[in-house]
Each structure stands twice: as structure tokens, then as C-alpha cells.
């Protein structure tokens, strides 16, 4: 089967219009919703500056996240199965107000739990870094808290 020169070519532009239409999607979705602020506090600054540390340094700050790793994969494991849950009671046929607040008031309790995990591990992994990353953490921090509004 032979195709024409001008069906090649349109076959190729629509490619490229939903590559591009793909590429610009998530460039928009990164941008404006890929990390959304939902009251947590992320250790995303801190990671950022370890590649400045020096090894020594480095290595006292991935201890100090290394020690509450599996406590946080639990906590957003958790976190993860309350908010399908509340997907799945806001999707079902017939909404029971009650229950998804109930939900709600349960992910919110989630969300400081985890805050209460995070807070002092940021304190404790910041007061490891020499001032000039702090700084930096900080501005990671309000960078995030800023974006969220």
C-alpha cells in the first residue's frame, strides 16, 4: 500500500501537533499544579541544596531524613488511601454528606500527622547546613508556601 506525499505529511503534522499539544500539557501542569500546596511542607529544599554539601555534610543531613523514612512512606501511603477514598465517595451514585466529611476531617488529621514527622526533621536537617543553605532551604520553603496560594 503506497500513501501520498501529502498524506505522509499530514500524518506527520498531526504527530507533531499532539506530541507538542503533550509536551505543552504537562510543561502547564508542572508549572501550575505539579506540586500543590495542601498544607504540607516538603523536604524537597532540603534535598536541593545536598548537592552543595560538602560528603561529611551530606551525609549527616541523609541521616537525619533516613531516620524517619519509613515513617513517612506510611504516612503517605495513608495519606494516598484517604484521598482515593474520598474520590471514591464524592464519584458513588448517591454522596453521603456525612461520611466525606467525615473523610475530609480524617485527611486532615493525616496532613498534620505527617506535618508533626516533617516539621522537625526540616528544623533538625536545617540546623545541620551551614547558613548559606539554610537560607536557601528557607527560600525553598516560601517559594512552595507562596506558590500554594
Not at 79 to 88: G, N
Request: one cysteine or more; proline letters at 3%.
Amino acid at each position: 500500500m503506497r500513501f501520498s506525499k501529502t498524506t505522509v505529511l499530514a500524518s506527520c503534522l498531526f504527530a507533531s501537533l499532539i506530541g507538542n499539544l503533550l509536551l505543552g500539557g504537562m510543561a502547564v501542569g508542572r508549572y501550575y499544579g505539579g506540586h500543590q500546596w495542601d498544607g504540607q511542607l516538603s523536604l524537597k529544599p532540603i534535598l536541593r541544596v545536598m548537592k552543595d554539601l560538602s560528603p561529611e555534610q551530606r551525609q549527616k543531613v541523609e541521616a537525619i531524613i533516613e531516620s524517619a523514612r519509613a515513617t513517612l512512606k506510611k504516612e503517605h501511603a495513608a495519606l494516598q488511601q484517604e484521598r482515593e477514598f474520598i474520590q471514591e465517595l464524592m464519584l458513588a451514585p448517591e454522596v453521603d454528606k456525612k461520611q466525606v466529611q467525615e473523610a475530609f476531617s480524617k485527611y486532615r488529621q493525616l496532613v498534620n500527622q505527617m506535618q508533626d514527622t516533617i516539621q522537625p526533621l526540616i528544623i533538625e536537617a536545617s540546623l545541620a547546613l551551614p547558613l548559606e543553605q539554610r537560607k536557601m532551604v528557607l527560600e525553598g520553603i516560601n517559594k512552595k508556601v507562596d506558590n500554594g496560594r
